[in-house]
């Protein structure tokens, strides 16, 4: 944990954990599968690698697209079929 890359993309996959934890444990089915999860974390892993390598544009670029992934699709997925 020694660059700011480190600390964003651990505190956003930490996030996803919460989330994940939160829906699998509550009483209701959702729409949610563990394999929605795979795409931000593969960024966040990517993101904190280009950051690390000096590609911080890229890093920052990969960092928004994670995040607009996870509030795009799992703002959608919980509210199908309301």
Same mark, same amino acid.
């Given at each position: 944990? #020694?660059? !700011?890359?480190?600390?964003?993309?651990? @505190?956003?996959?930490?996030?996803? !954990?919460?989330?994940? @934890?939160?829906?699998?444990? +509550?009483?209701?089915?959702?729409? #949610?599968?563990? $394999?929605?999860?795979? !795409?931000?974390?593969?960024?966040?892993? +990517?993101?904190? $690698? @280009? *950051?690390?390598? *000096? $590609?911080?544009?890229?890093? +920052?670029?990969?960092?928004?697209?994670?995040?607009?992934?996870?509030?795009?699709?799992? *703002?959608? !997925? +919980?509210?199908? *079929?309301?």
């Amino acid at each position: 944990m #020694e660059t !700011v890359y480190d600390w964003i993309t651990v @505190l956003i996959f930490a996030a996803l !954990v919460t989330r994940f @934890l939160q829906c699998s444990a +509550g009483p209701h089915q959702s729409d #949610e599968n563990i $394999w929605h999860y795979l !795409v931000p974390s593969i960024g966040c892993a +990517g993101a904190n $690698w @280009l *950051g690390n390598s *000096g $590609w911080h544009w890229a890093a +920052g670029v990969t960092i928004a697209a994670s995040l607009a992934y996870i509030f795009i699709f799992f *703002g959608h !997925v +919980g509210r199908r *079929g309301r």
